[in-house]
């Protein structure tokens, strides 16, 4: 398949083919991948377009004239302008910064945005379900100028408890929540919290790294301030994370990392930073990964979103119901038992068999998942687990390695019990 | 799936399911030290109870995988009892073997010294250097006695 080509109408077994690494076979079986939440495998079209980069391309950003670094900087710039129209930017590809992760995101919203505007008193609140990324530049802020760090309970359908949220209001100057747990597969309502955070005079940031390739991330709809996401986990390469923010805020934001590319002016006695995205972009930036995503939102927009919501959503359901009458019990799910506001990442606590224990004979299987407490170690206190085996569907998966995952996690209850 | 058998021998899984020398000591004048995996969030807590440079007691608390667990037991059932000197010739000779020394484990030879017999069952995690993200959970336990043991020093 051409890169970028639209695929006309949706196939997982399409999809499939068109990513190679699940060609491989391990133990003699197939891989059964079942761990997209962690990473996503990318499709041909994302390692083409990075190897074209590097064969034909290859050349720095915003610098030479000739005709190479004009096209390499074509490619930088177009990722920024994809990823703009994949979230609906309103103002365009000048909101989007790239980062290397979703975790230097949440850092560079912490140390620029949070260092300039929060002082002492002033509240950050998160939740017990999010992710460390999202968790300890807080911490690190409030060391700095004594913010403080309020979080939202996770009540016992592993859900937010927003039963208290006017009062949990109260001083919030900016509100950071994941809009899918990582862990749980929750899906919250952002929109709502985006309005209840504007009505008491507080910013929203949302964490969209799980699910921006697995439900649609529209930032005019959502009406959010800032949207934070990798490139990894929607089928892009890894080293390359996206800061969307609107360009009033980004603006106003001081620079994070010094050095070439952020400057409009450097003198003996200081430096001037340059305005949008590239004041946050020191240094050369990941230009192939940058033709990676660029690739990948053209596949996932050749996909059509709504309709791997819909396929994970089935896959989802599919396999909690077997999850569900399968294993007399022994099998419990940590998260959502039906797929209303869930995503498909699964987590299981597998009756006397430790999580690392569980993948281990599931790696025999060839299944991957993913054992541990997936950076989200509040949300496992709150559970009182220490962690968890976790699998997670991409647009490849398909109710066969809900079918492998089954049979493997048999044998390890037998292996153990 | 013989590798698989391999890692998950029967000695280590009697140890998962029945963990000796579980529980905790009266802290003083038994040692207590913690130990952490951060990767898995796997937890250990052993209290040792040294009496005339001899480990007279060793109890473990904590959780953790089959293989953190019993390492954990088995070290216990190796070092209970022993002068400090010879459990600290067995945990470096245990740290030997998952660095992959297991020449001098398991191979046809017979253990020549005493160091090597008192660790007899301990052979069984040998298995664990074939899975090299699991090394560290069979050395977790390893780590913090011997943490405390130089703590008591």
């Given at each position: ?13 399409r999809?499939?083919a068109?990513t ?21 495998l ?5 390692i ?18 000739y ?13 920024r ?36 505007n929060?002082?002492?008193?002033d ?13 300890v530049?807080?911490?690190?802020l409030?060391?700095?100028?004594g ?6 309970p996770?009540?016992?359908d ?7 949220i ?15 747990s ?9 929109k ?6 504007h ?9 969209a ?17 800032f ?8 089928l892009?390469?890894?080293g ?12 106003q ?14 003198r003996v ?21 940058a ?9 996932l ?19 909690l ?19 209303h ?7 299981l ?19 991957c998942?993913?054992p ?5 170690k ?7 687990l ?11 998966s398909l109710?066969?390695?809900t ?7 048999h ?7 | 799936?013989s590798?698989?058998?391999?890692l ?15 529980g905790?000591?009266p ?8 130990g ?22 060793i ?10 667990q019993?390492?954990s037991?088995?070290m216990?059932a ?26 001098t ?9 005493a160091d ?10 040998q298995?664990v250097?074939k ?6 959970c069979?050395?977790?336990a ?12």
């Amino acid at each position: 398949m051409a890169p970028g080509e639209p695929v006309s109408s949706f196939d997982p077994r399409r999809v499939r083919a068109d990513t190679p690494l699940l060609r491989r076979v391990i133990n003699e079986r197939p891989i059964t991948y079942l761990d997209s939440a962690a990473s996503s495998l990318p499709p041909r079209a994302v390692i083409e377009a990075m190897s074209r980069y590097y064969e034909m391309r290859h050349a720095n950003v915003h610098r030479g004239v000739y005709q190479t670094a004009n096209e390499a900087t074509a490619i930088y710039e177009g990722a920024r302008e994809a990823i703009a129209r994949f979230i609906n930017a309103p103002a365009g590809a000048n909101e989007i910064v790239f980062t290397k992760n979703a975790t230097e995101g949440f850092n560079l919203l912490a140390k620029s945005w949070g260092h300039k505007n929060l002082k002492a008193g002033d509240v950050v609140l998160v939740s017990e379900m999010e992710h460390h990324a999202n968790i300890v530049p807080w911490f690190q802020l409030r060391e700095v100028n004594g913010i403080e760090v309020r979080f939202i309970p996770v009540n016992d359908d592993f859900r937010l408890d927003l039963t208290d949220i006017e009062s949990l209001m109260e001083g919030v100057k900016l509100v950071s929540l994941t809009a899918m747990s990582n862990v749980l597969g929750t899906i919250n309502p952002i929109k709502d919290l985006a309005a209840l955070a504007h009505r008491h005079g507080a910013l929203i940031a949302v964490d969209a790294a799980q699910s921006v390739a697995h439900s649609p991330s529209d930032v005019t709809d959502l009406d959010v301030d800032f949207f934070i996401f990798s490139a990894h986990k929607m089928l892009g390469p890894t080293g390359l994370g996206v800061v969307w923010t609107r360009e009033a805020i980004l603006d106003q934001m001081p620079p994070f990392l010094g050095g070439g590319g952020m400057i409009a002016d450097v003198r003996v006695d200081g430096y001037t930073p340059a305005n949008g995205p590239s004041r946050f972009e020191a240094g050369t930036p990941p230009i192939a990964e940058a033709a990676g995503l660029g690739a990948a939102v053209l596949y996932l927009e050749g996909l059509g979103m709504a309709n791997i919501v819909e396929h994970e959503r089935n896959l989802t359901s599919d396999a909690l119901s077997r999850l569900a009458s399968e294993f007399d019990g022994r099998v419990r799910v940590i998260g959502p038992s039906d797929t209303h506001s869930r995503g498909g990442v699964i987590s299981l606590d597998v009756e006397g068999v430790h999580p690392h224990d569980v993948a281990q004979v599931l790696d025999q299987f060839a299944v991957c998942v993913r054992p541990g407490h997936h950076c989200a170690k509040p949300l496992m206190r709150r559970f009182n687990l220490a962690a968890t085996a976790r699998a997670s569907f991409g647009p490849y998966s398909l109710t066969r390695d809900t079918d492998v995952l089954i049979e493997a996690l048999h044998h390890a209850l037998t292996m153990f019990g | 799936m013989s590798s698989l058998e391999d890692l998950y021998r029967e000695v280590i899984l009697d140890h998962y399911r029945s963990p000796r020398n579980r529980g905790e000591l009266p802290s003083p004048p038994a040692r207590r030290v913690e130990g952490f995996n951060p990767l898995c969030g796997d937890e250990i807590v052993v209290y040792l109870e040294v009496r005339d440079d001899v480990l007279v007691d060793i109890k473990l608390t904590g959780h953790g995988c089959s293989i953190s667990q019993s390492s954990s037991s088995l070290m216990s059932a190796a070092v209970k009892g022993k002068p400090v000197s010879q459990v600290r010739e067995i945990i470096a000779n245990f740290k030997q073997l998952m660095m992959g020394h297991e020449a001098t484990l398991g191979s046809d030879e017979a253990p020549t010294t005493a160091d090597l017999r008192a660790m007899g069952e301990l052979a069984a995690l040998q298995g664990v250097v074939k899975f090299p993200v699991r090394i560290k959970c069979a050395t977790l336990a390893w780590n913090t006695l011997a943490q405390g043991l130089d703590e008591s020093d």
